[in-house]
């Protein structure tokens, strides 16, 4: 028996170990993501945090390090990672991972754009002329960027391919029937409506039903002030809307100053893997943010 046991370990020793696919996503969904499609074949490093504002991230030494190395970029795309992101291709020198290779991956190539503007000037703040990049508020993204980034894993590593493909379709299975149970849980949010910190959950919005009626900032990224801040109070009076949304990384002090002249209840969403600690998948996001909705409108 001894010798078997032996024989076994020493040809399992012997086999080729399955490819490890070095990936840096850029924020916490997509890494989530390449977890669930690329399984044990991938090796994945997120350069932001859900308590970071993506928009603002540091490129830093150990990110450009990591990009050195990395084999695939999984990136939103869409202008959200234009202050950093560009810098961190250049200083990495790592020609599979640049714009146009097979190594680099925007998300927002797979999904269908919401609130593209029709100009754009600084004077409007910072505002994203691709579009709104906050599409992972909607799961039905989720599934379009799933099957796109399958594409891309399996281009960098074709020996993964049919792995890829079967995490793929157990995915995607699981996927849809945790959205047919979100919509009926969120049905009762639908016409609801609420304003938002920044311009960040138009995505949200439009899949529940819900409707936006308006932000604190003045313009995006801009910090309101008391003033604007007064005139939102004055909006409300007679009319308010049912929550105020901001996500975990944002700041709670324009939110708390409304919601306590108002009455308006803030309601803090993870917006990413990690925002909350109920969110500790994709599937715990949408687990976590429905709960939070729910429990704001259900409150007397």
């Not at 020996?159 to 995915?171: C, E, I, Q, S, T």
């Not at 995505?203 to 932000?215: K, N």
């Not at 600690?277 to 709960?291: C, H, K, M, N, S």
């Amino acid at each position: 028996m001894m010798k078997r046991i032996l024989a076994l370990l020493l040809l399992l020793c012997a086999l080729p170990a399955a490819a490890t696919v070095k990936v840096l996503a850029t924020v916490p969904e997509w890494g989530a993501l390449v977890r669930e499609i690329g399984g044990d074949r991938v090796d994945v490093m997120v350069a932001s945090t859900a308590m970071q504002d993506p928009h603002r991230i540091e490129a830093r030494p150990s990110l450009i390090a990591r990009a050195r190395t990395a084999e695939l970029i999984v990136a939103t795309g869409a202008d959200l990672e234009i202050g950093w992101l560009p810098l961190l291709l250049r200083e990495s020198g790592n020609n599979r991972i640049q714009l146009g290779q097979p190594g680099y991956f925007e998300a927002a190539t797979a999904v269908q754009l919401r609130d593209v503007p029709q100009v754009v000037d600084r004077s409007m703040g910072d505002v994203h002329a691709a579009g709104d990049p906050h599409f992972q508020l909607d799961p039905r993204n989720i599934l379009l960027v799933a099957a796109a980034l399958f594409e891309h894993l399996a281009q960098v590593d074709p020996a993964g391919a049919a792995a890829y493909r079967n995490n793929l379709d157990r995915f995607a299975e699981r996927w849809r029937a945790a959205m047919t149970r979100w919509e009926v849980e969120g049905a009762g949010l639908k016409g609801r409506t609420f304003l938002q910190v920044h311009r960040s959950f138009g995505y949200l919005a439009h899949w529940l039903g819900m409707e936006v009626r308006g932000e604190l900032e003045p313009k995006p990224g801009i910090e309101p002030g008391s003033a604007h801040l007064g005139s939102i109070v004055e909006s409300q009076r007679n009319a308010p809307a049912a929550m105020i949304l901001r996500a975990a990384y944002q700041t709670e002090a324009a939110a708390r100053w409304v919601s306590e002249r108002t009455g308006i209840p803030v309601v803090t969403l993870p917006f990413t893997v990690g925002g909350t600690p109920q969110a500790t998948d994709l599937f715990g996001f949408f687990d976590d943010t429905l709960a939070r909705l729910k429990s704001a409108v259900q409150k007397p």
